[in-house]
Structures are given as C-alpha cells and as structure tokens.
C-alpha cells in the first residue's frame, strides 16, 4: 500500500510570512502532486510533478512555489502567505491512474 | 478539457435506505478511468471504487457504480445507507495522458439514525 507522509499537520503562521509543506512518498511512484481542500471547492491541483526536478501548473498555481527535490520529496512553498491561503492541504502521489493521499497540513494564516 | 460534475453539495438520507450520488462528466479523450474517492472526518481521500469499463457494475464496501459511457455516468449508489457511510465522496475521472485527475466538487453524505 502506497505511504505518503507531510510534515508538518499543522502550520499557523502570520500574513506575508514564509512556510514550506513537505510530502514523502516511499513507493517509487513517479508523480506527486499537491492540492488544497475547501469548502464548497473540492479537491483543488496547485502543482505536480513527473520527476525530480520536474515541475508542473496545476489549476490554482498563483502565490505557490513547489520543488520536487528527489523522486521521494515534494515542497510547497508559500514565500508570502496571505489568509486566503488558509486551507487544508494534501499530497498525493502516483505511477497510474490511481492517485494515493497523505494524512494533510492544516495550515492557518492569521 | 475535462470536468466533473457532482449536482448535490449535500444528501441526507435516513439509515436503511437507499442512496444515490449523482456523477456526470466531460472528457475529449478515449483512455480513461473513473472513481469514487471517499474522506471520512478528519482523514486522507481514499478510493472507495474505480472503473473504465463501459457498462459494469463495480462494487465494494457494499456500494455500486456501473460507468455508462452513453450518458457520460458514472453515479453511486447503496441499497441501506449505514451511519458510518457519513463523509464527503469525490466523483474523479483520470484521462491518462499526463496522470491527473480531475475531481468533481464532492458531495457530503450523511447518514441519520
């Protein structure tokens, strides 16, 4: 079974502040992607990537930087967060169709 | 491109009974796989079934959902909705050509004594 882990759960930072999400993923898969989760918005793709040093735009992109540094580690990076990226976020990672999801960051920006 | 379309934000269904979630789609491309992912309270989506065969029933953990090409369908259903069935249920489809998913806005089952 796929193990998709991020660090940290839980994330409180201050407007314009910086903070870095990571995911791991131990199952050789070669796509990772990042999402993050509201109410009445779903499942929403940020980045993703097919490999290391791969980088790919997903839907709602703008105010998210992201790295994928080895095939294991994906980073998503917020260089001036701002409340409107207060939210839910989940990783996820792939080799087919079938996407498997870490347990969440819940981060707040206050 | 392709979309997902899940037309209840919220069903609310008495235990015992049947349910039904509603899944249509659009998609431009032939090689395609469908799913039911679902997030109990305070975890991780998870797929609950997957299918990209036209015309059969997929079922698991007592739910049921038959892709129908036709009609660009793909709903799920159970016949006794149980309380622990409450959670949110994503429709997805994947079009395989750059292994994204594209998921409908969920629709958040609960399930009343």
């Known amino acids: 079974e796929a193990a998709v882990t991020q660090s940290p759960r839980n994330k409180v930072t201050v407007t314009g502040g910086n903070v870095t999400l990571s995911c791991r993923q131990t199952?050789?898969?070669?796509?990772m992607y990042w999402y993050r989760q509201d109410t009445g918005h779903g499942l929403r793709l940020i980045h993703y990537?097919?490999?290391?040093?791969?980088?790919q735009i997903g839907d709602v992109p703008d105010g998210y930087k992201a790295t994928r540094t080895t095939q294991e580690d994906f980073f998503l990076l917020l260089e001036l967060a701002s409340p409107s990226q207060t939210s839910l976020y989940f990783c996820?990672?792939?080799?087919?169709?079938?996407?498997?999801f870490g347990p969440g960051t819940r981060l707040t920006v206050l | 491109g392709d979309s997902v379309t899940q037309t209840e934000g919220l069903v609310t269904v008495t235990e015992g009974l049947p349910v039904k979630l509603n899944c249509t789609y659009q998609?431009?491309?032939?090689?395609?796989?469908f799913f039911w992912y679902v997030q109990y309270l305070n975890e991780a989506p998870q797929v609950l079934l997957k299918?990209?065969?036209?015309?059969k029933r997929t079922e698991h953990q007592g739910f049921h959902a038959t892709l129908h090409k036709s009609s660009s369908s793909f709903h799920l259903q159970k016949s006794s909705a149980q309380l622990s069935d409450s959670a949110l249920y994503y429709c997805?489809?994947?079009?395989?050509?750059?292994?994204?998913?594209?998921f409908g806005d969920g629709t958040q089952l609960v399930v009343k004594p």
């Open positions: 998609t431009t491309y032939l090689t395609i796989a």
């Open positions: 299918s990209s065969t036209d015309n």
């Open positions: 997805a489809l994947s079009d395989g050509s750059n292994n994204r998913i594209f």
């Open positions: 996820a990672s792939s080799d087919s169709y079938e996407q498997y």
């Open positions: 199952n050789s898969h070669n796509y």
């Open positions: 990537s097919y490999g290391a040093g791969n980088l």
